[in-house]
């Protein structure tokens, strides 16, 4: 009775701990690690390990998962050089929340205040960088280690407006059909769009875009006239960031600018995007099948010294794609896309299966623009929304 009555103790603070995610993952690094450890050794206390693990192994995508990490791990016998593996291994190691969280059984309560605790966090951080890029209390960050004079609060605005936009997608899944709180769904949704076209992340606002899209044909798609007016509202209100925010309008030219002129030396000698694909490209080739082995990529490139002097703080060619290709190569491409392929075929059969599949075709899109597998925060955020969205039937 009483390893019974300590079993159920620590499930209840695993589910309690899993709330605080929602507030430690967009603001601390280090406390969502110190969150994660908690909850996997609770999840270890727990026991019923050979069920758990059973249970886990039953997803497909997960045996994939563990091939591909043992993939990088035999990575280390081929190549000359594997400086950068234990930086690769500490980003990959979160990748073991997934099988962990997937054999919790979530309480209705958990998955609804965890929804609450996120949307509430990210309309707060919303608010404070707002109102620190517009001059009001960027001051002050002499005094607050949050307020960054350089970045966002808390992160930088990259990864900030990754993370709105995540948190845009999940508020459309709780707000939908609450039409006693639509003034609520209404405020976040103006404070998340403000803060992300009023910063430069362009991976974010193409998310956001695509979303809003979404979502107004999925409201519409019966109703001619209003998708029709949604549509041209939402055009007109990115004429209006366009013209409004500085910083957005620069972006968005500046990404015209070069998608035009990619064909031009000034770009392909200049663009990092540009310099760092041209280089992993050409030297990927060389080794197909295996890659050049983990940990390798950094090493290799910076060989080159005029290379190395302008790009010397680039870990990965800015795409995860191209980075796996090189150091693991066309063998673990294909065990992460299998990875995707069977998460995404899982879903067929769950309730909610559009937004799910739509946030993993988003991470899958992310992978392109940089090496976002390997970003503590984007993939600790994406974890935590999936385990949200694979429990969320049972909150009906």
Known sequence: M????MRDKANSLLQSLFILLGITI?????????????IIFLWLFEGNIRFKIKSMFSEKWIVFL????????????????????????????LLILFPVLITVKFKKSTIKNSIIVL?????????????????????????????????????????HNIILAFGFLLSFLYFNNRKNTLWVHILIICLYFTSIFLEAGRAGQLLVICYSIYYIIQFNKNKPLRLVFFLFSFLLIQVLAYNISNTYKQR??????????IDKKEIQQKETRFVLASWTIKELIQKPILGHGTG???????KDQILKERYARHMTPHNNYLFILYELGLIGF?????????????FYNRKFKHQTILLTISFLVLMTIDSYLYVFSIVALYIYIYTIFINYNITD
Request: proline share 1%; net charge positive; charged share 10%.
């Open 119 to 159: 949307l509430t966090t990210l309309a707060c951080v919303s608010f404070i960088a707002i109102l620190q890029e517009l001059n009001y209390i960027r001051h002050i960050s002499k005094y607050l280690s949050f307020v960054n004079s350089r970045n966002v609060v808390f992160t930088t605005y990259n990864y």
């Open 296 to 302: 390798s990529f950094k090493y290799n490139f910076d």
């Open 2 to 5: 009483g390893f019974i009555y």
């Open 66 to 93: 563990f091939i591909f990490f043992c993939w990088n791990i035999l990575g280390m016998i081929w190549g000359d050089n594997h400086n950068s593996s234990a930086w690769i291994f500490q980003r990959l190691a």
């Open 26 to 38: 967009p603001v601390s690094v280090a406390a969502t690690n110190i969150l994660l450890g908690l």
């Open 334 to 346: 294909v065990l992460l896309m299998m990875i995707f392929y069977y998460k995404i075929k899982s």
């Open 252 to 261: 968005l030219d500046t990404t015209y600018y070069r998608i035009i002129n």
